[in-house]
């Protein structure tokens, strides 16, 4: 489905990335982990088409990656909502740029309001609303667009802990529902591990893949946090990230 080959990036004199290389079958759910700097989101905005590397390429079911398409949505940490614009109107924006016809996208962004539990706000504005409904939101509208591959840029943390969790669960969900492929970019080892059916620990100076590791956690994972393959998974993954600090 995702195929990164032989990807640098390089901004100035200084490589952000070096020589990355990943496939991603469809409608996995794949993390990428990382402390700060280490080039998870510049691979993210590559991948989704909004950046450009240096060398290397980049192929969604087979199709060169040369710029953002209606294969991928992107959600981000901020949300990336138009303060301006409804509920409704925000979600439908993706699909009113491509030119679907009101009644139609209409009928598609009201299941997906629905489907991450905001029906009944449709005519509020961004303001109006916390920041958990707004990540719903900003959900929603990616889903919207039927993208066959998902990039999620640390979605969940400007929320606190509890909305967080629930927000993963909501996700989670969706997504048994949905099986689209996800490429979820988090700092947090225990987000990681609930969400992922594989785990990409990403090294930093420059960024490369340190570890690929599959979780082996049942779905749904309900009870999967207190369970010994969970803490096994925790262990071993907060190991690679403290080999890369001490490196």
Known sequence: MLDVANLSMRFGGNTVLHDIAMHVPAHQFVCLLGASGCGKTTLLRIVAGLTTPTAGR????GRLVSGPGQDRSMVF???GLLPWRT????VEFGLEVRGVPRAERRT??????????????????PHQISG??????????????????LL??????????QTREMLQEELLRIWMD?????LFVTHSIDEAIYLGDRVVVMGARPGHIRAD??????????????SERFDALRHELRGFLREEVAA
Do not use: W
């Not at 590791?213 to 207190?226: C, F, H, I, N, Q």
């Open 58 to 61: 980049i192929a969604v079911d």
């Open 77 to 79: 940490q901020n949300y």
């Open 87 to 90: 509920v409704m109107g925000n």
């Open 108 to 125: 598609i962004c009201q299941r997906h309001i629905a489907r991450v539990g905001l029906a009944g706000f449709e005519d509020h504005y």
């Open 132 to 149: 958990g409904m707004q990540q719903r939101v900003a959900l929603a509208r990616a889903f919207s667009k039927g993208p066959k591959l």
């Open 152 to 161: 999620m840029d640390e979605p969940f943390a400007a929320v606190d802990a």
């Open 178 to 182: 949905i099986r689209v492929t996800v």
């Open 213 to 226: 590791v599959l979780t082996g956690l049942e779905r749904p994972r309900s009870g999967a946090r207190g």
